[in-house]
Structure formats: structure tokens, C-alpha cells
């Protein structure tokens, strides 16, 4: 759905659905940001598009899924990891920003410790974030991250979850498929999928007691 600017006070995408607005100006995207109507909607900007959406159900039990057994696995691993699950990320001079799904410091936890708030001109990006892509949309967030510096993207179609590094040469910046984590290298992110498979018939303690035992067995 595509809306004129001045409608932006009265309508916002349903669940499911997204809101695309181009062009659209930075001041656009922060005022929308800080729109208390639009608190739970996320927003991904490139360049002066703009799409907004409204995640479903499902998509929000994935993305906490994943995150849940993320967080498990640094306990059990004795691993630092700084936790910061929807944040906006944004750089105005590069003209990008989104929200991830979930994301986390791993290798940088403590340049971030203690900060409770964070600059990208100064700080580093998240080492890690995680993608639910189960709604298609008409922008390249990965093109936004890469902007951003992200080193590493999880995705999760609803079936495969996809690891990716980001690959810089030149002035090309792109992801690149990779098999183990590199914020965790004992890892395989695949090997998550079989418990990201059992939502549906069982509950989330479950999973994610039988993912701590699994971890717990790993070399």
C-alpha cells in the first residue's frame, strides 16, 4: 500500500501488510519514529524509501524463538553478548536505517558495556542480527545493513535459517553465505532449524530446555 504523506497521521499498515512511502524524507522517517501510533511498526529506510510493516503472529514467536536459544547458548557457553532486540539503527549521513528483528554485540560486548545509548559515527554495529523473512517486501534490508556494517545476518524463511557474512571490497559491500557463525564458530546456525520446527506442537520452554541439553553436549 502506497499513501500520500499527509495521511500519514490516520493510517498505519495492518498486520501483515506493509506501507511503502517514496519518496520520503529523513525528517519523514525520525517523525514517524517518535509517531506513538506507530511505537510497534517497523521501519526500514534507503535512500528515500520508505517501508513501514506490521509483523504477524508468527513472525514475532520466530524471531523471540531464535533469540531465546541465542541467549540459552551464551549462558551455557559462558558467553558476554549485550542484548539489543529492536533497536533503530541509523546513520543520516548515510541516509539508512531499520530495526532488526533481534540483534546482539558478541565480539564488541565490551566496547558497548555500560552504554545505554549508542552512536554508529562511534560505536560499532551489532556483530549479530537476526531476520525473520517470512513477508516479502519491496525494500533490500540487506542492502541497509551492509551500509550499516552489520558483520553478520541470520535469516529465517519459516523453513531454513540462512547464515551470512558481510563481504566488503572496494566500494561493494555485499553478504556473502557462510556455514558457521562467526560471532559464535562452534556453531552451525542450521542446526537450529529442527528446534525453530517443533513450535508448533510444543511449547517454548520445551524447545527450549532440549536446545540447552543439546548445547550442552556440543565439544
Not at 517523525?31 to 501510533?37: G, I, K, Q, S
Not at 553478520?152 to 523453513?159: A, I, L, M, Q
Not at 535459517?161 to 558481510?166: M, P
Request: aromatic letters at 8%; a neutral charge.
Amino acid at each position: 500500500m502506497t499513501v500520500a504523506t499527509e495521511q500519514l497521521d490516520w493510517v498505519r499498515p495492518e498486520p501483515g501488510e506493509h506501507l511503502v512511502i517514496e519518496p520520503a524524507s529523513w525528517e519523514l522517517y525520525e517523525r514517524l519514529l517518535n509517531h506513538a501510533d506507530w511505537q510497534h511498526v517497523r521501519i526500514t529506510y534507503d535512500q528515500g524509501k520508505l517501508v513501514a510493516m506490521s509483523p504477524l503472529l508468527i513472525h514475532e514467536r520466530w524471531k523471540k524463538l531464535i533469540g531465546r536459544m541465542i541467549e540459552a547458548m551464551t549462558e551455557e557457553r559462558n558467553i558476554p553478548i549485550a542484548s539489543a532486540s529492536q533497536t533503530t539503527w541509523r546513520r543520516r549521513m548515510l541516509r539508512r536505517g531499520l530495526e532488526a528483528d533481534e540483534c546482539y554485540f558478541v565480539q564488541h560486548e565490551s566496547r558497548i558495556r555500560g552504554k545505554l545509548k549508542l552512536d554508529l559515527t562511534r560505536d560499532p554495529p551489532p556483530d549479530l542480527a537476526v531476520e525473520i523473512d517470512y513477508t516479502h517486501l519491496p525494500i533490500d534490508r540487506a542492502v541497509v545493513y551492509a551500509a550499516l556494517g552489520v558483520p553478520e545476518v541470520w535469516r529465517y524463511d519459516g523453513k531454513t535459517l540462512r547464515a551470512e557474512r558481510l563481504a566488503i571490497s572496494g566500494d561493494k559491500r555485499q553478504y556473502e553465505p557462510i556455514e558457521t557463525s562467526l560471532a559464535f564458530p562452534f556453531l552451525k546456525p542450521r542446526e537450529l532449524e529442527r528446534f525453530i520446527a517443533m513450535l508448533p506442537q510444543t511449547d517454548e520452554t520445551s524447545i527450549v530446555r532440549a536446545f540447552r541439553q543439546w548445547v550442552q553436549s556440543l565439544p
